[in-house]
């Protein structure tokens, strides 16, 4: 049974830095795509970022230049670098790799 874990959520003021982790059994982070997604109360969830298998990165709109996606293929982890945080970024944060989810991690943001 594959599992994905995040860990590393929190509550941070606004302008403020988290780093989130997603690990797994076995090699599932370092063969496929993974994204995270989050999801804030009353909204969809919606995507974040993106790491292929090849290393090529995608961001949404709202945190360009503030979010960086990575992965240590040695820890088997993949990464979430949250810079210059802001209130609208509170939400339960995901990792998501081919059909296989994490349980989430809540970041709140306070203002």
């Known amino acids: 049974q594959v599992q994905l874990v995040e860990s590393g959520g929190g509550l941070v003021q606004a302008g403020g830095s988290l780093r989130l982790s997603c690990t797994a059994s076995?090699?599932?982070?370092?063969?496929?795509?993974v994204g995270w997604y989050r999801q804030a109360p009353g909204k969809q969830r919606e995507l974040v970022a993106i790491?292929?298998?090849?290393?090529?990165?995608n961001y949404a709109d709202s945190v360009k230049g503030r979010f960086t996606i990575s992965r240590d293929n040695v820890k088997n982890t993949v990464y979430l670098q949250m810079n210059s945080l802001k209130p609208e970024d509170t939400a339960v944060y995901y990792c998501?790799?081919?059909?296989?989810w994490g349980q989430g991690t809540q970041v709140i943001v306070s203002s």
């Open positions: 076995g090699r599932i982070l370092m063969i496929n795509a």
């Open positions: 790491i292929t298998s090849g290393g090529s990165t």
């Open positions: 998501n790799s081919k059909a296989w």
